[in-house]
């Protein structure tokens, strides 16, 4: 019988890539520092509360300015933080109309947002490539494998009270502005004045408010959230119908996280995305609520919603309710990261703006907050965080003198929709002895990898490499020999962009 023994390493995680603007180390604050940045960040707090339970990375963000003798925003900002909360890039607006927003990752060094047209934003070159066509309201997606834009646009039809009614109806651009596709929303939601009454927004009847769409272009379908009906659309691109809604005009019966059913799961929601298979997550601001006191205050939160489009049933599976003084009438965002934490944008410019990053058990671990001040808000509309390395978790090392077993569990370093290849490497002192391509789940889920390395005459350090041929993560899990014993290895986790001699456990209660 073979006695099996284990060898305690000491895990480093070493990160580095190709890209200088975005490898471990590379990116430093600015060393003269602009206006408009100084009274960001002079007015930028952090708090992290539980170190451990944090996934080193950059936060992506937008933050529009508010004059509060004018009450009117003049002027807009998009920024990569540090966890800090070190200002690492900036790209500032002073047009007054300028409406920068929701930006997010499509590759290791470019961000796709919009202002009055669409653009990308390169962080290593900074240069920006802007789109000859308008970008759509509230929010526009881009489909890095057509590379075409889809966009949801207002379009005034008739009038009731008056006011003029707006439609939300879809457009997908390719990068000369041609229309390549377009859903005429009227067709499918004729206008109802019912649903109108009071839902008026800057002089026109909005009734539906269509304020999020989710393009899930690897099935060729649509998320839209209608934040007037308080009610998720799933749309196929393809035929243009709608397959069904998800709310309090759907046609799922919902249950909230208890159990029990409920008219609606959310009220004025915001920023809906796919988070796994039959699984979405949604900012709810909880506005309107007429089981609340006073319907127009409420308590905002973070919900994720499993759907059974068999059964035609939803139910919550994961919530977090923030204070009430986080409270926004509009705006709002919500995220999962890697490991199962989420990230809440709680920014309307009623209060001082919130990035608050929970645990899965619904615990604050880091959050950073821009304080008004007695002449401007800033609000933040949507957040993002990216990585410029694969967080790993070790589960298991294992090495009986013959065999090395290797557990480990991976994620992404950007949220992508449709996943993508990387390569694994297996080195001995540096040697490559094996490689592999394995595809890496989308929207942050965990991979899960083990791989068995028989060698006979094992002896040296083996390390795990992971690249996607940009961003490249070591993992040294020490030094391994056929005479070498030793104590079972914990499962550690290393949340840092350096190297650092430092163990963090990682408790497997808070991963989902």
């Known amino acids: 019988m073979k006695i099996r023994s284990f060898l305690t390493v000491l895990i480093v995680l070493l990160f580095f890539g190709s890209t200088p603007g975005f490898s ?19 007015n930028m707090s952090i708090t992290v509360f539980d170190k451990e339970q944090v996934f080193d990375g950059y936060n992506l963000f937008a933050l529009r300015r508010r004059n509060k003798a004018t009450n009117k925003f003049d002027e807009g900002t998009i920024l990569v933080t540090d966890m800090k909360g070190n200002v690492l890039n900036s790209l500032h607006s002073t047009d007054p109309r300028s409406r920068v927003s929701d930006p997010e990752m499509i590759n290791s060094t470019t961000v796709f947002a919009r202002d009055s047209k669409p653009f990308f934003w390169n962080l290593k070159t ?31 039809t008739g009038n009731y009270s008056g006011l003029p009614i707006k439609y939300n109806d879809l457009y997908e651009y390719d990068m000369d502005g041609n229309v390549l596709w377009f859903w005429n929303s009227s067709e499918y939601f004729p206008f109802n004045p019912e649903l109108a009454d009071g839902k008026t927004f800057r002089g026109a009847n909005v009734w539906m408010h269509a304020n999020a769409i989710f393009w899930d272009y690897p099935n060729d379908v649509i998320y839209m959230s209608a934040r007037g009906l308080d009610t998720i659309y799933k749309i196929d691109k393809k035929t243009g119908d709608v397959i069904w809604g998800l709310g309090r005009l759907g046609n799922f019966t919902l249950y909230d996280i208890n159990g029990n059913k409920k008219e609606s799961l959310f009220y004025h929601q915001h920023a809906v995305e796919l988070v796994g298979p039959n699984r979405m997550i949604l900012y709810d601001n909880d506005y309107l609520n007429s089981s609340n006191p006073d319907p127009k205050v409420g308590r905002p939160r973070m919900v994720e919603i499993e759907f059974n489009e068999k059964t035609m049933e939803a139910k919550e599976v994961w919530t977090y309710t923030a204070p009430e003084e986080y409270f926004g009438r509009p705006w709002g965002d919500a995220d999962r990261l890697p490991g199962g934490n989420r990230l809440g944008t709680f920014g309307w410019v009623s209060h001082d703006s919130y990035l608050t990053e929970v645990n899965p058990a619904g615990d604050i671990v880091w959050e950073m907050r821009i304080n008004q001040t007695n002449q401007y808000a800033w609000g933040m509309y949507r957040a993002e965080r990216f990585y410029d390395y694969f967080p790993v978790e070790v589960n298991d090392v294992s090495f009986d003198g013959e065999m090395l077993y290797v557990n480990v569990s991976l994620w992404d370093a950007i949220k992508t929709r449709a996943g993508r290849d990387i390569t694994i490497r297996g080195l001995l002192d540096g040697e490559e002895i094996f490689t592999e391509t394995i595809g890496l789940s989308p929207y942050y889920m965990k991979t899960g990898y083990a791989v068995n390395v028989g060698m006979s005459d094992f002896s040296g350090k083996f390390t795990l490499e992971v690249s996607d041929g940009e961003v490249t993560t070591e993992i040294n899990l020490g030094e391994f020999g056929s005479s070498q014993t030793g104590l079972p290895l914990s499962p550690y986790f290393i949340p840092a962009i350096i190297a650092i001699p430092v163990l963090r456990k990682r408790s497997k209660k808070h991963l989902m």
Not at 33 to 41: E, F, G, V, W
Request: proline share 6%.
């Open 126 to 156: 900074n240069v920006t490539q802007y789109f000859n066509f308008t970008a759509g309201t509230h929010d526009m997606e881009y489909n890095p494998e057509t590379k075409t834009f889809l966009g949801k646009y207002f379009r005034d």
């Open 24 to 42: 471990a180390g590379s990116i430093q604050p600015s060393q003269q520092t602009p206006k408009h940045l100084t009274d960001i960040s002079g």
